[in-house]
């Protein structure tokens, strides 16, 4: 069983720049993702990254504004988000995955099985 939970969300103007964690606390996963959900909207996969080395993955939308990262211990992941945009805003939802390197698709909401309450993203433009 994993538990995830996040911190760090807030209302930002446009161009700043906010900071998520995701504390993890259970067995450590193979991968862990940031998804976001707007109203009306699916949920969409921001970030993730491969628990178990460096290898990460962006969403064409945060590539070169959003860095996944994980402290020493891997037990709490981050995104740092910077150049922030109105569309950004969301509730950010961090989630788990123990599926394998060979099966996962690190984007897709199905392919994670543990998911944290959300906190909410909101960017004034």
């Known amino acids: 069983q994993v538990q995830l939970v996040e911190s760090g969300g807030g209302s930002v103007q446009a161009g700043g720049s906010l900071r998520l964690a995701c504390a993890v606390f259970?067995?450590?996963?193979?991968?862990m993702g940031w998804f976001r959900q707007a109203p009306g909207k699916e949920r969409e996969g921001v970030a993730a990254?491969?628990?178990?080395?460096?290898?990460?993955y962006y969403a064409d939308s945060v590539k070169g504004r959003f860095t996944i990262s994980q402290n020493n211990a891997k037990n709490t992941i981050y995104l740092q988000m910077n150049s922030l945009k109105p569309e950004d805003t969301a509730m950010y939802y961090c989630?788990?995955?123990?599926?394998?390197?060979?099966?996962?698709?690190?984007?897709?909401?199905?392919?994670?099985?543990?998911w944290g309450q959300g906190t909410q993203v909101t960017v004034s433009s």
């Open positions: 259970g067995l450590s996963p193979n991968y």
């Open positions: 990254i491969y628990v178990g080395g460096a290898d990460t």
């Open positions: 989630a788990a995955s123990f599926r394998s390197r060979t099966v996962i698709q690190v984007l897709r909401v199905d392919s994670y099985s543990y």
